[in-house]
């Protein structure tokens, strides 16, 4: 008899299976559901990205275009990669320390599978992105979850952590800015990041996922801006919520040449590379990045204002977020901290859709996450219907 392996089994219930059932009951009911649930950006990849694409899979002079990615590197993406994080961190790599990567999800794991033995232990941020802890979990390795909590600015408090996981642990996941609270790291904390890992020879690895998404002028620095950091360190930048590409699958690895060289390996033995035409693309993006992401900013700052001034005016307490495409905001007193209460409720009774905290950990119950990657028409109606809600 087939079954699930025991990995498998081992994987937390997906959190939002509840929501969804209710999601589909109401639509059943008549109800217009509209949901600000999910970041996977509205508006579409940046022209001259797609134009690149479609020139190099209509290049009739290059003979490889429909072949393996691994097989026939597309030299021009890793040096793309090396260009910007010059330009954009002044950071210095060697062709030995990137890796290019089918998106960051997929690397992450790729990571835990190159690094970890069965029963080590690998340390995820939380709240976090729920990869990080799947990645041990298919490494056969176990989390141990450091709180990142408001009142230490969202960075994991170093001291907390027990010796004998800092003994044990061979991997540190932290990523700023943050998906889910939308907080932002500065050098001084990356600094402290790097050096609790050359202390207890962990890996840092830093999902760098959200590093253009910012607003307001401020500007996300690289944990390898760290003198040394690449000693220590990786991190993982995707080009999905960067540049609209979340489709394309087209990210990369940068850092710790040996972690870099785990996940290569990893790669070559269970993928095999992206489309060539996509890393044409993909090396077109990063080479504009300054001209492609203000655009792509911009609106995400005006649905930012519009859904901050409205939660606030509906009697609501919210900060404005500097980067990220989220809001993540507390629910009202009158939830008593219950983030599924809170969604249940509004989605019940207005028909919206939001993520509750809980969904992201303990650490995060009591809040709950507004996406802002929906139609700016999406998201005024949930705003009135928010504040119908409110009232
Ligand atoms: C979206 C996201 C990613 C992954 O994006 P990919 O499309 O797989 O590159 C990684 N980390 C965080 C925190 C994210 O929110």
Aim: hydrophobic letters at 40%.
């Amino acid at each position: 008899m087939i079954s699930f392996s025991e990995r498998l089994q081992k994987l937390p219930p997906y959190l939002f299976v509840d929501l969804r059932q209710r999601m589909q009951a109401a639509k059943a009911r008549g109800v217009d559901v509209i949901s600000l649930g999910i970041g996977d950006p509205d508006v579409s990849t940046p022209d001259p990205v797609v134009e690149a694409l479609v020139q190099s899979i209509q290049n009739p002079k290059d003979p490889d275009r429909h072949r393996y990615g691994c097989d026939i590197p597309v030299e021009d993406f890793p040096q793309a990669v090396l260009d910007f994080y010059q330009r954009r961190y002044g950071v210095t790599l060697s062709e030995d320390q990137v890796a290019t990567t089918l998106g960051s999800k997929d690397a992450i794991v790729k990571l835990s599978l190159g690094i970890l033995n069965p029963g080590d232990i690998g340390i995820a941020a939380s709240p976090g992105y729920p990869t990080y802890n799947i990645g041990h979990v298919f490494a056969s390795a176990t989390t141990y979850y450091a709180p990142i909590l408001r009142e230490n600015d969202f960075y994991v408090d170093f001291d907390a952590i027990p010796d004998e996981i800092k003994r044990l642990a061979k991997v540190l996941w932290i990523n700023y800015p943050n998906n889910p609270t939308t907080a932002t790291a500065d050098l001084n904390f990356f600094e402290r990041a790097v050096e609790f890992g050359r202390q207890n020879d962990i890996l840092i690895a830093h999902d760098n996922a959200y590093s253009e998404n910012t607003y307001d002028g401020y500007r996300s620095p690289s944990i390898l801006q760290v003198d040394g950091a690449a000693e220590v360190a990786v991190e993982f930048f995707s080009l999905s919520k960067a540049f609209n590409m979340t489709g394309w699958r087209l990210g990369f690895v940068v850092g710790h040449p040996t972690a870099v060289n785990a996940v290569k390996t990893v790669k070559d033995n269970i993928d095999n590379g992206s489309l060539r035409a996509l890393q044409f693309a993909g090396a077109k993006a990063l080479s504009i990045a300054e001209k492609i992401t203000p655009p792509i900013n911009a609106v995400y700052q005006k649905r930012r204002d519009v859904v901050v001034d409205a939660l606030m005016e509906s009697g609501w307490e919210i900060e404005k977020p500097k980067a990220t495409i989220y809001v993540w905001a507390p629910v009202p007193p009158r939830f008593e901290g219950s983030s599924r209460a809170f969604a249940t409720a509004l989605l019940e009774e207005v028909g919206v859709v939001v993520t509750p905290g809980l969904g992201y950990g303990q650490w995060s119950e009591g809040y709950y996450r507004i996406s802002l990657t929906y139609p700016d028409e999406v998201i005024g109606e949930a705003i009135s219907r928010i504040r119908d809600f409110a009232h």
